[in-house]
């Protein structure tokens, strides 16, 4: 017969060449821009890149310095680290910390002028010239921070029903309470810091208890495991992960989509809350405007952490070391003395490169194409 067929052979091999695995180089293409690893080597080679340019960046004094802002930053990402696997945004997060940094501050503050607050609908009431009700000491301190977590747990808790139950788009949801939340803090205070903290509150973000281990680094390292254990031990974790990779398929295999959601937008809000109370003891003052500028370093250090914006990838570690990244970053412009016009163009071309590597990074691992 003058027809032919493949022989079984041919088409043994066909097949093979057909799913062959990538070539070596490629395989560790992916491994690297899978793994944390990635980047840790960036911000080695950044470091020795700008060392030369950046006098004093390898000092001790700076590297206490970036350290000191690194902590309450990686708190913040960790916490926005939750909803990006889950394949949300916290946008609202920069404007839960301005309003729990706000209202702790209020809350213990020991004194405040009657010229910059007595228009506050908080005055006569909550606070009054000789300061809030809970700055008398341990006691008082500590269920002032313990109200405001609450605080940021409800904000969160709020964005979270909206989404999972009004089925509202998160960028949406989470762009309206910034601006709402924002203003609230600004409406509470007229726009003023509240300084005049306890030494004992000022004491969380300032105290070093051995060299580099300081209060906020202890306070870090342990919301640091218990997101890593949530994240990697648990059920939830799991569930998290799957909504975030296929919500539908997640749905019907039975994760408890809307209660996951509601629960990932309370830690946010929580880890938001507990990183700008650490910012606002290192600086001594709540204010209403405290994170304002801190929303891209969130969001780009997360990605570039490998946090993908697609949903379902994501690590503590990763963000952790993406929040270095962007200290670092920031820290070595400052070093340089560049105009802020110009710190800002380098950010947002960070940014943007962040955005292209998660696109890299999910169509190597076998994501969205």
Do not use: C
């Amino acid at each position: 017969m003058s027809t032919t067929t493949p022989t079984p052979a041919a088409s043994t091999t066909s097949s093979s060449s057909g799913s062959a695995p990538p070539p070596r180089h490629r395989a560790l293409l992916r491994r690297l821009l899978a793994g944390e690893g990635f980047v840790a080597i960036l911000i080695v080679v950044f470091i020795l890149a700008m060392a030369p340019f950046a006098r004093g960046l390898l000092t001790e004094r700076n590297m206490v310095n970036v350290l000191s802002n690194f902590w309450p930053l990686a708190i913040i990402v960790i916490g926005q680290t939750f909803v990006l696997v889950l394949a949300g945004i916290d946008l609202a997060q920069t404007a839960i910390i301005n309003l729990t940094n706000t209202v702790g501050a209020l809350l213990v503050s020991r004194a405040l002028e009657p010229a910059l607050f007595q228009n506050s609908v908080l005055w006569n009431t909550v606070i009054g010239p000789d300061g809030g009700p809970l700055g008398g000491g341990w006691p008082g301190i500590l269920s002032a921070l313990l109200i405001v977590v609450v605080i940021g747990a409800l904000l969160g808790s709020l964005n979270g029903l909206a989404i999972a139950r009004l089925r509202m788009p998160p960028f949406m949801v989470t762009l309206g309470t910034m601006l709402l939340f924002s203003a609230v803090a600004v409406w509470l205070t007229r726009s003023e810091n509240v300084a005049n903290l306890p030494d004992d509150y000022v004491a969380i973000g300032q105290t070093s208890l051995w060299g580099a281990l300081t209060v906020p680094a202890l306070i870090a390292v342990a919301l640091g495991f218990a997101a890593h254990y949530l994240l990697g031990r648990t059920p939830f974790g799991g569930w998290i992960y799957a909504a975030g990779t296929n919500r539908d398929a997640a749905i019907i295999s039975g994760v408890p989509y809307k209660r996951v959601v509601v629960t990932a937008y309370a830690l946010s809000g929580v880890f938001a809350t507990v990183g700008g109370l650490l910012y606002s003891a290192r600086l001594e003052a709540g204010r209403p405007t405290l994170a304002d500028d801190l929303l891209l370093d969130v969001i780009g250090a997360a990605v570039i952490g490998g946090v993908s914006l697609f949903g379902g990838k994501g690590s503590v570690l990763g963000a952790a070391l993406g929040a270095l990244f962007f200290v670092v970053l920031s820290n070595s412009l400052n070093l340089l003395n560049l105009p802020f016009t110009v710190v800002f163009i380098v950010k947002g071309l960070v940014i943007v490169a962040a955005a292209l590597l998660d696109v890299a990074r999910t169509r190597l691992l076998g994501g969205a194409r």
